[in-house]
C-alpha cells in the first residue's frame, strides 16, 4: 500500500491539472478507490482531494508569481473555467487572490510533495481479530454531526447527554447479535471526508434484521461480511484516535486486508472518567 500510495502521488505530480482516474488507478494496483482514499486520508492528514487542490495551487501560485502568464491563462492551465471560479480555490488555499500574488510575488502556503514511507519498528501493538458477520441492523438514536479528527466531538457528546438514561437500558436490552452492548457508530461519509464534513452518529446497538425495532429508533443497515475488531485501552479520545492512525500506517499495509464500504463501530467495554477500554469495529475484505 505504501509503495501504491507514492505512485499515485507521481500520478499527482506528472500531471496536476487533469483530473484523476482514482477508480481506474485503484484498479490497476489491485485495491479499491474506497480503501485507497480511507488510506491516503488517515496517512497524509489530509483527503486526496485536498492533496491535489493544494499542489495545483502551489505550482499555481509559483507561475503567477513569475508574472509570465496571466490570470486567465493559469486558471484554465489549471483545469479552471473561470478566473473567478480559480479565485475562490487560489484565496482558500494562499489567503490572498491571483491577482495579489501576481503583483506582490506572495506570501504564499507551499504545499510540498508527499512521500509516504513505512515504519518497521511496530511500535504500537495491535491486538486484532478478524471476525465474520452476517447482515445486521444498527438501532439507536441518529444525529447529523461534523467530522472532528482530533480531540473530543463536542456535538457527540451533546448528542449523547440528551438521551436520558431510562434510554440507554431500553436500548441495551434490544440489543441481541454482535457486537453486542452499546454502540458508537459513524457512517454516511466519504471515504475521504475533510474535517467539519457532516456524518451520521448512530448511538445505539446491533440487532438481529429479523428483530422488531420501536418505530422511535433510527436504523441502519449493514451488509454481512468481515471485520477488524482492534482492541485498546487508554485515555479518551487519545487512544482511540491513535489507534485509528495506527490501523493505517502500521496494520493495513502488513496484512492481506483492506477496507470496504461500511460504518465504523466503537464498542465501549469500560469507560472511567478519562480512561476507556474499548474496541474499533471496522468493514474489511480480503486484499
Do not use: K
Amino acid at each position: 500500500m505504501i509503495g501504491t500510495l507514492n505512485s499515485l502521488v507521481a500520478l499527482v505530480e506528472s500531471d496536476p491539472q487533469t483530473d484523476l482516474d482514482i477508480a481506474r488507478f485503484a484498479r490497476t494496483h489491485g485495491t479499491t478507490e474506497y480503501h485507497l482514499r480511507r488510506m491516503f486520508s488517515a496517512l497524509a492528514g489530509m483527503p486526496l482531494s485536498e492533496y491535489v487542490r493544494r499542489r495545483r495551487m502551489t505550482l499555481a501560485g509559483a507561475e503567477l508569481a513569475a508574472g509570465a502568464s496571466s490570470v486567465l491563462e493559469v486558471a484554465v492551465r489549471h483545469g479552471y473555467g473561470s478566473a473567478e471560479a480559480f479565485g475562490r480555490a487560489f484565496r482558500a488555499v494562499h489567503g490572498i487572490g491571483p491577482v495579489d500574488a501576481r503583483r506582490d510575488g506572495g506570501p504564499l502556503r507551499t504545499q510540498s510533495t508527499l512521500r509516504f514511507r513505512l515504519s518497521v519498528e511496530g511500535s504500537t501493538p495491535m491486538d486484532v481479530t478478524i471476525t465474520t458477520l452476517p447482515a445486521l441492523v444498527l438501532v439507536g438514536h441518529a444525529v447529523q454531526v461534523p467530522l472532528i479528527h482530533v480531540g473530543v466531538n463536542p456535538h457527540i457528546q451533546a448528542h449523547i447527554a440528551s438521551i436520558a438514561p431510562e434510554e440507554h437500558v431500553r436500548l441495551a436490552r434490544l440489543s441481541d447479535a454482535e457486537p453486542s452492548g452499546i454502540l458508537a457508530v459513524t457512517g454516511d461519509t466519504a471515504p475521504d471526508a475533510p474535517e467539519g464534513t457532516e456524518l451520521t452518529y448512530l448511538h445505539g446497538v446491533s440487532v438481529d434484521p429479523a428483530a422488531a425495532v420501536p418505530d422511535d429508533l433510527d436504523t441502519i443497515g449493514v451488509e454481512p461480511g468481515s471485520w477488524a475488531v482492534f482492541a485498546a485501552a487508554g485515555p479518551f479520545p487519545e487512544t482511540l484516535q491513535n489507534l485509528w492512525a495506527a490501523t493505517a500506517s502500521d496494520w493495513f499495509p502488513s496484512n492481506p486486508w483492506r477496507l470496504r464500504p461500511g460504518p465504523s463501530i466503537v464498542r465501549y467495554l469500560e469507560f472511567i472518567g478519562t480512561y476507556a477500554s474499548c474496541e474499533l469495529w471496522l468493514a474489511v475484505e480480503r486484499a
